[in-house]
């Protein structure tokens, strides 16, 4: 089956083979077995002397990783009820990445079924763990895994998100410039036990003819008309709609207004230079430093320039006396590309600046949010798009020093629930131009507080799948777990 990833953007010891329980002496509501099949010395074998680290008290890289599976597993085990134990093969290899980003992981049911015993739904695909759920049988061969799962090897290595490896306690408290494991192990396990469609959203296309549990309750928001119900035209323009794609199951509805914040986050433009810049944009927020409030941050907008053409620049090196001139106790529209945000943000803020405005490097929509994470960072950051960052510039062409006469406002307006549409349905991830391995088969990235199953790690996350943190759970829960 298809595999959905999660993403790191800077700017995812037993014998291989062996089955290792992963719920300790007891299982509150479903038992998960690993199955590591990594070959012996790398992976999840991988015998590199390491020191205990944040409650996980293995003694080898290996023993570490399995750990950290063990206990992510423990969570989905004590939150999950099946007869039935879940059993996922998994491994870690080299994945894709870059410098600058990376594939975490990957993974997805290894098969589906339809029509088996007890299935709410006639014809419709379920996931293979929730299939021998409902059904209270195994739909395949006893101890098949259910669910195929991959994390990448490399990560932190150069050329694979350089220097950020993975954080492997099980504590939450990751430092700055590493990625937590254990999310990145929940976020994973979530797509095998169910959190995906099986439907081809670049196409439209049904699974050999036949909807998934998903395309119930998968919805445009503006029309009413669900998946199921749509032609494959329809499906295929339903996922890049953007923020048409919402999800209708009444449990993620319910629980919704009590995880997610109130208010949309908006930048507004004014000021005797603003010119055709006036007027209202969307932002995407930053999973560091604080959040965008109801009560405005405001202050003039000042590009960092570090190009002869006068263009905004990187910020990916501390600010010289011009920009620090320029962004103390002002605005800072910085250039997307090269380095974390984290970096180009701590720059401008050791600068002075009150805020940060991220300008895409690239077309697209909605605004992307920030990712990242750093304590020291007390100033709000937000992203906007390439389009809109180059309205913003053109305004700030006739700036002196020190002024630009171009004022930004950065506040949380109206009631509308960040993440949701106005109707109070939670937006599922809908980008055009659609990305494979992350459109569909994720909430969307506008969801604040941040949510597990989004496209790309955020630095704020905790280990719940569960209200009042996370949404992951009531959406499994609508589906049948």
Request: glycine fraction near 12%; include cysteine.
């Amino acid at each position: 089956m298809n595999k959905n990833h999660l993403k790191a953007v800077a700017l995812g010891v037993a014998l291989a083979g062996g089955l290792i329980g992963a719920a300790g002496n007891a299982y509150a509501g479903a038992q998960i077995v690993i199955n590591n099949i990594n070959a012996p010395g790398v992976g999840f074998n991988d015998p590199t002397p390491a020191a205990p680290v944040g409650g996980n008290p293995g003694t080898t890289l290996g023993e570490q990783r399995l750990y950290a599976f063990t206990y992510a597993a423990d969570q989905w085990g004590a939150t999950l009820t099946s007869t039935i134990p879940i059993v996922i093969s998994a491994q870690m290899t080299p994945l894709s990445c870059t410098s600058t980003s990376a594939v975490l992981g990957s993974a997805g049911a290894t098969k589906v079924f339809r029509n088996f015993p007890n299935a709410p739904k006639a014809d419709t695909w379920y996931s293979y763990a929730l299939a021998n759920k409902l059904s209270g049988t195994y739909q395949g061969t006893l101890n098949d895994p259910q669910i195929s799962a991959n994390f990448n090897s490399n990560l932190g290595q150069t050329g694979c998100l350089d220097g950020q490896f993975f954080y492997l306690g099980v504590d939450g408290q990751f430092p700055t410039g590493s990625i937590d494991f254990v999310t990145v192990l929940l976020h994973e396990m979530g797509h095998g036990i169910g959190f995906q469609t099986y439907t081809d959203g670049s196409t439209g296309r049904f699974n050999a003819g036949f909807p998934s549990i998903w395309d119930w309750y998968l919805m445009n928001g503006s029309t009413g008309k669900l998946w199921k119900d749509m032609t494959n035209a329809q499906r295929k323009a339903s996922a890049i709609s953007v923020d048409k794609l919402v999800w209708s199951g009444p449990l993620v509805t319910a629980a919704l207004p009590g995880v997610l914040t109130q208010g949309q986050p908006k930048l507004t433009v004014a000021g005797p230079n603003a010119g055709s810049a006036a007027g209202r944009y969307d932002v995407g927020t930053a999973s560091f430093g604080p959040p965008i409030a109801r009560s405005p941050l405001s202050g003039q907008i000042m590009p960092v320039v570090d190009q002869p053409d006068g263009v905004t620049g990187l910020a990916c090196n501390p600010l010289d006396a011009v920009n620090s001139l320029a962004v103390r106790g002002n605005i800072a529209l910085i250039d997307r590309g090269t380095c974390a945000f984290t970096i180009k943000v701590k720059n401008a803020q050791n600068a002075g600046a009150i805020g940060v405005i991220i300008a895409d490097n690239a077309p697209g929509s909605p605004p992307a949010g920030l990712g990242g994470s750093d304590p020291t960072i007390t100033i709000a950051a937000v992203r906007v798009t390439q389009t809109d960052g180059q309205t913003i510039k053109a305004a700030l062409a006739s700036r002196t020093a020190r002024k630009s006469g171009v004022i930004g406002s950065l506040a949380l307006l109206g009631t509308q629930y960040q993440g949701a549409d106005r109707a109070g349905h939670m937006l599922m991830f809908a980008p055009n131009p659609y990305q494979s391995g992350s459109s569909v088969s994720h909430y969307d990235v506008t969801a604040f507080r941040n949510q597990l199953m989004e496209p790309a790690i955020n630095g704020d996350l905790t280990h719940s799948v569960t209200p009042p943190e996370d949404l992951t759970f009531p959406l499994l829960q609508d589906i049948g777990w």
